[in-house]
């Protein structure tokens, strides 16, 4: 299964020119399995990377005893550390006493033990006789000097060491930190960055070796800062999670509940770090005692079960959320806090828009001005004087703080949206000091710290506007927008010209929907004769979004069915029918590239593309049962197809079933009436979504460039389009027969709801090919009108039409 289960990566040729250089990396060991080691070595094994995963050697039992049972508890972990459960047989366990010797077959080897100097140092010597003379060595830790670290190492063994700090989770967090020391060779550095941007996913920043270095550094600062600024306004932790949360482009958790998820221990051996090293201009931002309280009580956050949250059961039995009383150290009801300025901003889909609502309230009467007008500018001013300090400029500290902290915008970029002029003249206003540098834009004439659309940015160093630098191979749909144009665009889609002859479907409607705005421009632009298809010699559907979509409109199917109109939901579906079979048939090739959640109709306009170009985070699935519907956008006839072509034998046995078939159609019964969610890419190749034939791109900048990629491949490899097929072996009654089966025992053991029957016996119907005979020849357009029928029928339930209010309502499916 090791083949299978690894990603599928296409690498442009760029990728490999590199592969001769002579820095390679084929085989990776982490030295520490702790919480960051593990997943450091989890992800190298996404990455296809054999791992070797060592720690000390424990008092009594084996020896590899706390390899060994980090390593099991990394195969449970939450979110899932191993994107395909397979991969974890990629890891080899050992031990710091034994194996050592096994680092010389290692080209890169990553020190992850506890951040103490000394037993760093220590484990150290002893690895530096065990390394091949072209091996990197660097070390993970997230704030001790890298220099320092490796100050006892061999001359030559300190050409090859740096810092290389991951966030954790690695899998998920984009950001990885490297760190140089003035002896730190430039070739293996560059190595490291190259395979940490194309294997892992990364976006690699620069960060200068400094305390905490950037991310940590400045992150620590807002959160600490943030623990000051409440005590002293009187704020609540729930009031000032709400405040710190999506309304700033900070992630939804807010300050408290983020720091639960982080660890606390974490955040306190940052925090110590940074009032240790970092003599700065505000010192006296430090470890609030209350924090040292909890580190010493074991409330360390999630890991703990508690931290500033914990869950309890009430009277009743529920489940309640309470969270810590600073004042009194004991646990308390949490209350949902609200703030009426706040309510308001929120309504803009603009972080931008949201900061200028908020600063433009008065903070003398309004709390959540109040708390902004004393955070964000002592936020930008602290930043803004780590210029130069922590990094070469302030492009590096917005890239960090994005993918470090998951922040919508950088300190810089959020400080031009508030408006840096404005902000300034009321920093003055209000006594607070304004930073050297922000002086320095000001006076040069600037009035921004990005312009250009963000293409240039002011470098204090030289007083002037500078290019930022662009990696091509990290195009964004944006970046082809801006440099070839629109060809064609309505309120939901755009079509964008990528250069090469490639034009791009890009949707923009709120999450993705997909409306009869979306449906009928592709099927327009992919009519034979269209000027599209005269313009351009292949396509790609993708985004620079999040999400590639979360499915078809349920609000218009809802009103429509609302008002009755049956009319005009067998036409939409009809339209919707006709979108995937345009792209399937389209004589150019169309290549999606779907990326985060791509549920329901978009899992289903991709699965009708000639490829797929996934990225790693890919959590596709035909959800629409959750919504007492079923996929009725060539859905189900695709997963139908899938399923046959994976059956060994599709003719009939002696009572007239294909076994082999009857197995794949129930693989893919369950997938639909279940409305199974992958976990990654390589988990939609095992519900059948992608194909052995799709490839995966581990880093969502390059999705587009890749994917563009893949349809230019198609293109000059000659690509012919498919041509409907009429000749479907139909799985036929017997095999709809045992579904319902399934379903009946599913019902009788209470799994599973009354309409929950209705819907998967429907599901059971549409897969089998209808009331016919197994084996039966069937056409494409025979199983989309299946599709159609039984949607029409579900549309009509009264309990369907619950679901679908329940989900707009809530986000949640329901199942009555």
Not at 399 to 405: H, K, L, V
Request: charge should be negative; charged fraction near 25%.
């Amino acid at each position: 299964m090791a083949v299978a289960s690894e990603p599928t990566i296409h690498e442009s040729s760029a990728s490999k020119a590199h592969s001769g250089k002579r820095f390679q990396i084929r085989r990776v060991a982490v030295l520490g399995a702790g919480t960051m080691g593990t997943r450091i070595a989890a992800h190298m094994a996404n990455a296809g990377l054999p791992v070797l995963l060592l720690d000390i050697v424990p008092e009594k039992g084996d020896r590899n005893s706390l390899a060994a049972q980090a390593l099991e508890s990394l195969k449970k972990a939450k979110p899932a550390a191993f994107a395909d459960p397979a991969l974890a047989a990629h890891v080899t366990i050992g031990n710091f006493e034994d194996d050592l010797h096994k680092l010389k077959d290692c080209d890169w080897v990553i020190e992850a033990v506890a951040e103490n100097l000394a037993i760093k140092r220590a484990l150290l010597a002893k690895v530096a006789t065990h390394l091949r003379a072209d091996a990197i060595l660097t070390t993970n830790t997230s704030g001790l000097p890298v220099g320092l670290i490796a100050a006892e190492l061999p001359a030559e063994v300190r050409k090859r060491w740096f810092g290389t700090h991951f966030f954790n989770p690695p899998r998920y967090m984009r950001l990885l930190e490297l760190i140089a020391t003035p002896e730190s060779d430039p070739d293996a550095m560059a190595a490291i960055a190259d395979f940490a941007d194309r294997k892992l996913g990364k976006t690699v920043v620069p960060a200068n070796d400094v305390p905490n270095f950037i991310a940590n550094r400045v992150g620590t600062f807002a959160m600490l800062n943030t623990f000051r600024i409440m005590q002293a306004q009187g704020l609540s932790i729930e009031e000032v999670d709400v405040l710190t949360g999506s309304a700033i482009g900070f992630p939804k958790t807010g300050t408290f509940r983020l720091s639960d998820m982080v660890g606390i221990d974490v955040l306190a051996s940052v925090a110590r770090n940074f009032s240790a090293g970092a003599s700065d201009e505000r010192a006296d931002v430090t470890l609030p005692e209350a924090i040292a309280k909890m580190v010493e009580r074991k409330w360390l956050g999630d890991k703990t079960q508690q931290g500033f949250y914990k869950k309890d059961r009430g009277a009743d039995g529920k489940e309640v959320r309470l969270v810590l009383d600073l004042e009194s150290f004991e646990y308390k009801p949490a209350v949902r806090a609200s703030f009426p300025s706040l309510d308001m901003a929120k309504s803009s889909d603009s972080v931008g828009a949201r900061l200028r609502a908020l600063l433009a309230a008065d903070p003398k009467k309004d709390k959540a001005a109040k708390f902004y007008w004393q955070m964000l500018p002592e936020l930008f001013a602290y930043a803004a004087n780590r210029i130069g300090e922590v990094a070469g400029s302030m492009v590096e500290i917005d890239r960090a703080m994005q993918t470090g902290f998951n922040w919508e915008l950088g300190p810089f970029a959020m400080w031009d949206a508030a408006g840096v002029a404005e902000t300034v003249a009321k920093m003055r206003a209000m006594g607070m000091p304004v930073p050297a540098a922000v002086e320095k834009l000001l006076a040069s004439g600037g009035a921004t710290w990005y312009r250009a659309d963000g293409s240039e940015f002011f470098d204090v160093e030289a007083g002037a506007y500078r290019p930022v630098a662009r990696n091509e191979e990290l195009a964004t749909v944006a970046s082809f927008k801006k440099a070839n144009g629109v060809f064609a665009e309505n309120s939901g889609i755009s079509l964008v010209d990528l250069g090469d002859g490639i034009g791009c479907f890009e949707f923009h409607s709120k999450m993705n929907t997909i409306g009869q705005d979306i449906v009928g421009f592709i099927r327009q632009q992919l009519q034979p004769e269209s000027a599209a298809l005269k313009n351009f010699d292949g396509f790609v559907i993708g985004c620079d979004a999040q999400n590639f979509s979360v499915g078809a409109n349920i609000m218009q199917l809802l009103m429509a069915i609302q008002d009755q109109e049956w009319d005009d939901i067998d036409l939409f579906i009809r339209a919707f029918q006709g979108m995937t079979q345009a792209i399937k048939f389209s004589p150019c090739p169309v290549v999606a590239a779907p990326a985060g959640m791509c549920f329901g109709g978009g899992t289903e306009i991709s699965m009708h593309a000639a490829l797929r170009q996934a990225h790693l985070e890919l959590y596709t699935g035909l959800v629409e049962t959750g919504v007492g519907i079923l996929p009725a956008g060539g859905g189900c006839k695709e997963m139908v197809l899938r399923a046959i072509a994976a059956a060994d034998d599709v003719k009939p046995d002696s009572r007239g079933e294909s076994v082999a078939v009857s197995e794949t159609i129930r693989n893919v019964f369950e997938t639909i009436a279940m409305a199974k969610v992958s976990t990654s890419a390589l988990d939609a190749r095992s519900l059948r979504i992608l194909e052995e034939g799709d490839s995966i791109t581990m880093n969502r900048d390059r999705l587009i460039t890749d994917a563009k990629a893949q349809a230019l491949r198609l293109v000059r490899s000659g690509y012919t389009a498919p041509f409907p097929r009429t000749d479907i072996p139909a799985p036929g009654t017997t095999v709809e027969a045992n579904l319902k089966l399934g379903v009946f025992l599913m019902r009788e053991g209470q799994y599973i709801s009354d309409h929950d029957v209705k819907i998967a016996n429907h599901v059971a119907h549409v897969l089998s090919g209808g009331s016919v005979t197994a084996g039966t020849p069937i056409s494409e357009q025979y199983l989309l009108d299946l599709e159609r029928e039984a949607f029409l029928a579900l549309c009509g339930e009264a309990k369907t039409v619950e679901r679908i209010g329940h989900t707009l309502k809530t986000g949640k499916p329901l199942r009555n």
